[in-house]
């Protein structure tokens, strides 16, 4: 199972089962938002403050999550979930009331990698049948804990990217069958899709190049991916063609460059099959997001639509997945600290 210093690759089939997404108004206008399972026509979900949307926006994927796979909160043996907030506060107010026992992560926007990468770890191991994966993000809530409120209209450059305001959640499973239920009579569902499977994951290392601008979350954490890559080539023995393709959590168009160009200084060069969910979530010529989409949300929304997608359809048989995070802190960055980074890559393949 251990392969090479930072990877694992799996002995037995684990499955992503299905996954739901929910989204905010500015996503449903952007190039998946046709895709999404649930979108809201106000960015509050219902709630009193951001910090509520946001654990709104946690429970509505969950919900819509067992609505898919036709299970029941029970049936769920561990939750692993995070988000941006102090205290992960959107997790732990969203996914209370369901009583499923929880493993609250922080791992900034790489938190959707390292939940499935756990997730996926626990049912290979066999400690569960069934666990579910979930990261969400909200752009009001995030602005107003990272950077200015926002009725303080501050100008965005050029590099700085947009929050995501969604959620995605996950069930990772050691079957690949949903079964519905009506009653007493219960039927398994045969889409005709093709099933996916988590078959390998390697977990990041915090690199720190010693950035301090909170504006260019890309150029934070384009090092961490670059790393992250290179040992996940060298763990797997990658040649051309393993591949279809790699696609990292929210770099966004400044990270992008940055990232093409370290892989490239390291012998690597994967600009015929890379992609950035931060990238693929906005349109950058209609909606005004600068460098592109970032949060947790970003890699959660756009797995389902995007990546997962392709797989099922079998356009694509084995993808790297890869979100990043950019570990910094109110307290860190006000003492002028820099701002570390870290990915976690998920291997998916169509079986």
Known sequence: MIAGKQSIKFDNNVYIKAGATVAGTKEKKGPLGCCFDVVSQDDLFGGESWEEAESRIQSLAFEKLLEKTGMMPEDIRYIYAGDLLGQLIATSFGLKTYDVPLFGLYGACSTMGESLSLAAMCVNAGFADNVAAIASSHFASAEKQFRFPLLYGNQRPMSSTWTVTGAGAYLVSNSPVITKC??????????????????????????????????????????????????????????????????????????????????????????????????????????????????????????????????????????????????????????????????????????
């Open 182 to 351: 009506d009653g007493d009579v219960c039927r398994i569902v045969d889409n005709g899709y093709a099933n996916v499977i988590i078959s390998g994951i390697t977990t990041g290392k915090i690199v720190d190049y010693g950035v301090k601008d909170s504006m260019n979350m890309g150029a934070c954490m384009a090092p961490a991916a670059a790393d992250l890559i290179e040992a996940n080539y060298k763990d797997f023995e990658v040649t051309k063609g393993y591949y279809d393709m790699i696609i990292t959590g929210d770099l966004g168009y400044t990270g992008k460059e940055i990232l093409l160009t370290l892989l490239k200084e390291k012998g690597i060069d994967i600009s015929d099959i890379y992609t950035d969910c931060g990238i693929e979530v906005f349109d950058k010529n209609e909606q005004d997001t600068q460098s592109g989409g970032s949060g947790c949300g970003c890699s959660a929304i756009v797995l389902d639509t995007l990546v997962l997608d392709k797989l099922r359809k079998r356009e694509l048989k084995r993808v790297l997945f890869v979100p990043t995070g950019a570990l910094l802190s109110q307290v860190s960055f006000n003492e002028g600290k820099s701002i570390p980074g870290i990915a976690h890559g998920v291997v998916l393949e169509a079986v």
